[in-house]
């Protein structure tokens, strides 16, 4: 597996491409409005900053920061929510009660992020940091029922031919 701070693994893209991708990207208008994210984070600091930079990038999104497992599970079971974020880094968070129910939350995603290095100046840069964005916008997975159903509206539209021999 690679690792992101592997200087191999990313020296082959060159980084004029990368960046103007990451310009490109980072211009494009979206609106996350219909978004819900539940942040989780026990340091002020690193919670402040992540929330900042996560309200930044996804603009529009309602986003919340919690600083313990217990304001966590209190509200998941409260609210809906489609998107939560975790440090791995952090002891117990892998483990957790919370990532538990979480990763059978339906219809969500959860990001981990190492939510140290969100201090640094330059997480505000949104061109900088357009690949972060990226991990928000991986597809949620569709639950069995919602799969029958686009697969019955399917049938319905299809075309078939023994319709039009009358």
Same mark, same amino acid.
């Given at each position: 597996?690679?690792?992101?701070?592997?200087?191999?693994e990313?020296?082959?893209?060159?980084?004029?491409?990368?960046?103007?991708?990451?310009?490109e990207?980072a211009?494009?208008?979206?609106?996350y409005?219909?978004?819900?994210?539940?942040l989780?984070?026990?340091?002020?600091?690193?919670?402040?900053?992540?929330?900042?930079?996560?309200?930044?990038?996804l603009?529009g999104a309602?986003? =919340?920061?919690v600083?313990?497992?217990? #304001?966590? /599970?209190? &509200? *998941?079971? @409260?609210e809906?929510?489609d998107?939560?974020v975790?440090?791995?880094y952090?002891?117990?968070?892998?483990?957790?009660?919370?990532?538990?129910?979480?990763?059978?939350?339906?219809?969500?995603?959860?990001?981990?992020?190492?939510?140290?290095?969100?201090?640094?100046?330059? =997480?505000?840069?949104?061109?900088?940091? #357009?690949? /972060?964005? &990226? *991990?928000f @916008?991986?597809?949620?997975?569709?639950?069995?029922?919602e799969?029958?159903?686009?697969?019955?509206?399917?049938?319905?539209?299809?075309?078939?031919?023994?319709?039009?021999?009358?």
């Open positions: 597996m690679a690792r992101i701070d592997d200087d191999d990313f020296s082959s893209i060159p980084m004029d491409q990368a960046n103007e991708d990451n310009i990207s211009m494009k208008p979206r609106d409005s219909s978004r819900r994210i539940l989780w984070e026990g340091d002020e600091n690193r919670r402040n900053y992540a929330l900042e930079v996560i309200s930044t990038l603009t309602f986003v =919340e920061g600083a313990t497992e217990a #304001e966590a /599970l209190q &509200k *998941l079971d @409260e809906l929510w998107t939560f975790v440090d791995f952090n002891e117990g968070c892998s483990e957790s009660e919370f990532v538990k129910k979480v990763n059978n939350y339906p219809n969500s995603i959860l990001v981990a992020l190492n939510l140290a290095p969100f201090t640094l100046p330059e =997480e505000r840069n949104r061109y900088r940091i #357009e690949p /972060l964005r &990226k *991990l @916008e991986i597809e949620k997975p569709k639950a069995e029922d799969e029958t159903d686009a697969e019955s509206e399917s049938d319905e539209d299809s075309f078939d031919e023994d319709d039009l021999k009358d």
